[in-house]
């Protein structure tokens, strides 16, 4: 899960392994999910996203795990490059009152860095 | 082509100052979002605009001013600047403001308080 303190949590891999980057959320009715991934300098940009009604969908090298019981959220990342250091977030949505628009919750982040 | 594009990327400016922060988008989208990004790179939503209408209004203060001229635009002014000001702005758009649609975001400003 996710650490609480002053400092980004950090997850150091090395080329080529997998990595593993995890999210607890809060809200127990949050029906839609999504990571995004920030590079340095750079605004964040989608990644993979999955719903409520899933535990499980897969991208291209990437896998997220939905454990609604736990209200936990996970990214897999195969095979990780160096191009994947960044940091990642997980956010999660739920609906609001009507004509209220959608609110995208980010968690804290975690930041991957790959090591060649 | 930048699809959310953000003028100036970065800021430094006094406190007390006044200063402003453009967006653009053209993507088509209807909706657009201004977030704050903490120096512990927390992201947390300030305004969103559909259709130049204000949707969300988050606990900001009303030193902080969004102004849509239209729906591809989104500038964000902000008046008698404070060092707690200092973070990176982010512009964001999407299609209609959806809960389950993506995000796409601009590039940001880093704003320096001195």
């Known amino acids: 899960g996710e650490s609480v303190g002053l400092h980004l949590p950090t997850l150091s891999v090395q080329e080529g392994d997998n990595s593993i980057i995890n999210c607890a959320y809060s809200n127990s009715a949050s029906d839609y999910f999504i990571w995004y991934k920030q590079e340095s300098g750079k605004g964040p940009q989608f990644i993979i996203d999955i719903r409520s009604n899933m535990d499980k969908r897969q991208g291209q090298r990437v896998t997220v795990l939905l454990n609604k019981t736990v209200k936990h959220l996970s990214l897999q990342i195969a095979a990780t490059q160096p191009g994947d250091s960044a940091v990642y977030f997980c956010?999660?949505?739920?609906?609001?009152?009507?004509?209220?628009?959608?609110?995208?919750?980010f968690g804290q982040g975690t930041e991957l860095s790959v090591k060649p | 082509d930048t699809a959310v594009s953000q003028t100036p990327k970065y800021l430094v400016t006094q406190m007390g100052n006044d200063k402003s922060i453009k967006c653009e988008q053209n993507?088509?989208?209807?909706?657009m979002y201004w977030y704050k990004q903490d120096s512990k790179k927390f992201l947390k939503i300030m305004f969103s605009?559909?259709?130049?209408?204000?949707?969300i209004n988050e606990t900001v203060p009303n030193r902080f001013s969004p102004k849509s001229p239209d729906k591809a635009h989104l500038n964000l002014h902000i008046n008698s600047l404070e060092l707690g000001d200092s973070a990176v702005y982010f512009c964001a758009s999407s299609w209609t403001g959806a809960t389950n649609e993506k995000l796409f975001f601009g590039s940001g400003t880093q704003l320096s308080v001195l």
């Open positions: 993507l088509g989208h209807d909706t």
């Open positions: 956010a999660e949505t739920y609906h609001l009152i009507y004509n209220q628009g959608g609110k995208l919750i």
């Open positions: 605009y559909n259709n130049k209408e204000l949707i």
